[in-house]
Nanobody, 131 residues
Framework: QVQLVESGGQLVQAGDSLRLSCTAS????????MGWFRQVPGKERTFVAG????????FYTDSVKGRFTISRDNDKNMVFLQMNNLRPEDTAVYYC????????????????????????WGQGTQVTVSS
């Protein structure tokens, strides 16, 4: 099972940009679909963005479309989430997730993937957006 470590979360102001990084180890990263989820206290973890194994397909939840961009570097075993024009409602713990099924098609079905579609998770990184 792949191990994931997120970084990059911090306190920013509304309108600022931030880039989260996730480094993977222990698995065949280049064959894995990857995702970013977020969670606020007392609420369920929800999908933010996903990218397929090759990087050719990406998908975003509606609230971040046009503001967030997910990308990956398979040579470095990393996935990124570029977040622009941040809003206070983006405040959450952000989690990196991997779907260990070889070349999974979970990204590209035109619906938000669920947490159950992913089986490896990082520890999370806090993003706080002040108004």
């Amino acid at each position: 099972q792949v191990q994931l470590v997120e970084s990059g979360g911090q306190l920013v102001q509304a309108g600022d940009s931030l880039r989260l990084s996730c480094t993977a180890s222990g698995g065949m990263f280049s064959s894995l679909a990857m995702g970013w989820f977020r969670q606020v206290p007392g609420k369920e973890r929800t999908f933010v963005a996903g990218i397929n194994w090759s990087g050719a397909n990406t998908f975003y939840t509606d609230s971040v479309k046009g503001r967030f961009t997910i990308s990956r570097d398979n040579d470095k075993n990393m996935v990124f989430l570029q977040m622009n024009n941040l809003r206070p409602e983006d405040t959450a713990v952000y989690y990196c997730a991997a779907d260990s099924r070889w070349r999974s098609t979970v990204i590209g079905r035109d619906v938000d993937p669920q947490t159950s579609d992913f089986d490896s998770w990082g520890q999370g990184t806090q993003v706080t957006v002040s108004s």
